[in-house]
């Protein structure tokens, strides 16, 4: 069992940036890859961004070099740098943690991200 917790998020103008960070408890050492997804209403939940144990990476089509994932295996932590905000950007952003298929995936409770004139 892993526990995540997403933080940073919040009101930002356009153009302007935020960190989401991801703290996971328990089981961490069983974690692979660990993803941010992001969830408006109505919408389907969509893949932000990825990184695997071994530091792969993969980004939404939309994210169009603005993001950066990284993670600090060592603090169990996933963060998740967005520059240059656009209001579509606008989502409920979830920290997402796998295991490989061993185990169910875990989700975090989500983090608001706001961005508004």
């Known amino acids: 069992q892993v526990n995540l917790v997403e933080s940073g998020g919040g009101l930002v103008q356009p153009g302007e940036s935020l960190r989401l960070t991801c703290e996971a408890s328990?089981?961490?050492?069983?974690?692979?890859?660990m993803r941010w997804y992001r969830q408006t209403p109505g919408k389907e939940r969509e893949l932000v961004a990825a990184i695997t144990r071994a530091g792969s990476l993969t980004y939404g089509d939309f994210v169009k070099g603005r993001f950066t994932i990284s993670r600090d295996i060592a603090k169990n932590t996933a963060y998740l740098q967005m520059n240059s905000l656009k209001v579509e950007d606008t989502a409920v952003y979830y920290c997402?943690?796998?295991?490989?298929?061993?185990?169910?995936?875990?989700w975090g409770q989500g983090t608001q991200v706001t961005v508004s004139s």
């Open positions: 997402n943690a796998d295991f490989s298929g061993y185990f169910p995936e875990s």
């Open positions: 328990g089981n961490v050492f069983m974690i692979n890859a």
